[in-house]
């Protein structure tokens, strides 16, 4: 026992996640041999990256591209993810809508729901086994104010172009039926969401890409990005400098560490737990048997899946930020955070407070200022990026490969109309404000909730406050 939580005898805390647990560490491919020359050059080999080189040479074969990467593809958020491969879209409609009109943000919405099955497509097409099961997304409600809210947000979604058949509350029978989550007031349901194991799906997307003749180049620390200047565009490593007419950056939680990049995103920290194989008989009394995706409605909200072998793996912020945008250690996350991970856990699914945590890790993911994803390309300069997708990039990336796709190869299409393309966002604060603004918005948010589980029926003022300092 630590901290009084149970832990199985062989419990891991880091190893980048359980998904590698599972599986195994991939082979690393060799890195750079030297200066290099490329059409397309992308820095990173998470999906962002992956999915663009994927479209590319599927468009245009003849395409020399590469993926520079520093550890191994996969190695960040892509293979440590909570496995919602869902239509959830980062950021305020409002704000994205001002872009380029109302109807837009609604485009990028069914944009949303088609890249879900895009995705599963793909796996299904290119042999990719990644424990896909479309079951569709829960959202619960477990105290008065958080069912307010989940009421003010189908209403909202409803003008967003969301129809009964995207999102709708479930009566009480059906809930019960499906999933069995204590203290549920009330629940939607979408069915615009499939659990995935991330990195099944990152490790065999990797070797699709690298079979259409990508070259993917592991252990190769990319220092710096160029734009072109008379030339291509560039990325500097440390084994090489590679010239391409476009370079991608793809680096999402780990674009900090780029020269001159540090303030552009910010890496928000999320960790999760995985217990071990829980006994039909605990099954019996959750359900779950769907496999559907779970979230709240809380402030520093949870999600969660049930596994393929019949696991729970339960995520949540933990220690949101660390000081001067550091990155974990290889996955290990703090005492503290298992322990919170695993009373909410045991909070939604009495019948499983026997069950032992087998691992813990935690990754980033990137925050842009105004909390909304983007995809850009310039081609003056030659460089474009997408990210920023603040933990809904499972399907996100997919419709930023395509997008990028169509970017590159200058086509004028659907994709590249929608208003999340070419979007400025401004940089964040210098330290140590960026990490006093975070610690405030998260310690504003957890005080949301418990005043919230107390005796709250409406949404928190401290939650309010959060939203309002956060910019989102």
Not at 10 to 23: E, H, K, L, M, T
Not at 120 to 125: A, F, K, L, S, Y
Request: charged letters at 25%; aromatic letters at 8%.
């Amino acid at each position: 026992m630590k901290r009084g939580i149970p832990l199985t005898g062989d419990f891991a805390n880091g190893g980048v996640s359980y998904w590698y647990r599972q599986i195994g560490l991939p082979d690393r491919r060799a890195p750079l041999p030297g200066s290099r020359e490329y059409d397309v050059a992308i820095v990173g080999g998470g999906y962002t990256g992956l999915w663009t080189a994927y479209y590319l040479k599927k468009a245009q074969p003849d395409l020399r591209v590469a993926i520079l990467e520093k550890e191994f593809a996969g190695f960040g958020a892509s293979g440590r993810n909570g496995g919602w491969l869902s239509a959830e879209f980062a950021g305020s409609r409002k704000r994205l809508a001002a872009a380029r009109g109302r109807q837009a943000m609604i485009d990028l919405q069914h944009a949303m729901f088609r890249a879900v099955d895009e995705v599963i497509d793909v796996t299904r097409e290119e042999g990719i086994d990644a424990d896909v099961h479309k079951g569709g997304l829960i959202h619960v409600a477990t105290n008065p104010a958080q069912r307010r809210r989940l009421h003010e947000e189908l209403a909202d979604l409803r003008t967003w172009g969301y129809g009964e058949e995207d999102l709708r509350l479930l009566d009480r029978d059906e809930q019960r039926e499906r999933l069995q989550v204590a203290g549920t007031l009330e629940a939607t349901y979408s069915p615009h969401c499939a659990r995935i194991q991330p990195a099944k799906l990152a490790v065999g997307l990797a070797r699709v890409v690298a079979g259409l003749g990508v070259d993917i180049f592991e252990d190769t620390t990319v220092t710096e990005i160029r734009p072109r200047q008379g030339g291509k565009a560039s990325a500097v490593t440390t084994r090489g400098l590679v010239s391409a007419e476009y370079v991608i950056r793809a680096t999402e939680g780990f674009t900090a560490n780029l020269a001159g990049q540090h303030r552009q995103w910010l890496p928000m920290n999320s960790s999760m737990i995985v217990t071990e194989p829980l006994p039909a008989e605990v099954w019996k009394h959750i359900g779950w048997s769907g496999n559907e995706l779970l979230g709240d409605q809380a402030h520093a909200y949870i999600y969660a899946q049930r596994t393929a072998d019949d696991r729970i793996a339960i995520g949540g912020r933990g220690v949101p930020y660390r000081y001067g945008s550091r990155t974990d250690d290889r996955g290990a996350t703090q005492a503290q955070t298992v322990a919170l991970l695993w009373r909410m856990l045991v909070r939604l699914f009495p019948a499983a407070s026997d069950a032992r945590v087998q691992h813990g890790w935690c990754g980033v993911l990137g925050v842009p200022r105004d909390w909304v994803s983007t995809v850009h390309l310039d081609h003056t300069t030659g460089l474009g990026w997408a990210g920023g997708y603040v933990g809904s990039g499972v399907s996100t990336t997919n419709l930023a490969g395509r997008t990028l796709r169509d970017l590159v190869l200058r086509r004028d299409t659907e994709l590249t109309a929608l208003p999340w393309v070419g979007r400025q966002v401004r940089q964040w604060e210098p330290e140590p404000l960026r990490w006093i603004g975070v610690q405030l918005i998260y310690a504003l948010f957890r005080t949301a909730d418990r005043h919230e589980n107390d005796r709250g029926t409406t949404t928190s003022a401290y939650a309010r406050l959060a939203n309002l300092i956060s910019g989102r």
